[in-house]
Nanobody, 123 residues
C-alpha cells in the first residue's frame, strides 16, 4: 500500500521557519516527481515546489522562491520542504504528492497524495 505521510506543520509567528517532512512508502519513487502543494480555506490547491526523486532538478512557485527549499533523503525515503521567512499568506494545509511526469505544476497530474499537515502563520 502506497503511503505519503506529512508531518512538521504547526502554528508559528511571521518570520519563523518550519520544515515539513513527507515519508514515502509502499513502492519505489525513484522515477517519480515529488511535489508539495498547499490549500487554504476556500481556495484551490496550488503548486509550491517539485523535485525529481532521482536527480537535482527542483522547481518552485514564484511566491516561494528564495524562501522555501525542497530536498530529499534517499536513505529515509523522505522529502522535505524547508520554509523560511514565513508569512501569514503561507497559512494552508500542505500536501505531499507523487507523479510520474507530465504537467507537474497541476494537482491533477499527481497519482498519490498524503493527508496534509496544517501550517498556520500569525502576524
Amino acid at each position: 500500500q502506497v503511503q505519503l505521510v506529512e508531518s512538521g506543520g504547526g502554528l508559528v509567528q511571521a518570520g519563523a521557519s518550519l520544515r515539513l517532512s513527507c515519508a514515502a512508502s509502499g513502492r519505489t519513487f525513484s522515477d517519480y516527481f515529488m511535489g508539495w502543494f498547499r490549500q487554504a480555506p476556500g481556495k484551490e490547491r496550488e503548486y509550491v515546489a517539485v523535485m525529481r526523486w532521482s536527480g537535482a532538478d527542483t522547481y518552485y512557485a514564484n511566491f516561494v522562491k528564495g524562501r522555501f527549499t525542497i530536498s530529499r533523503d534517499n536513505a529515509k525515503n523522505t522529502v522535505y520542504l524547508q520554509m523560511n521567512s514565513l508569512k501569514p499568506g503561507d497559512t494552508a494545509v500542505y500536501l505531499c504528492a507523487a507523479a510520474k511526469g507530465g504537467a507537474i505544476q497541476k494537482p491533477g497530474t499527481y497519482e498519490y497524495w498524503g493527508q496534509g499537515t496544517q501550517v498556520t502563520v500569525s502576524s
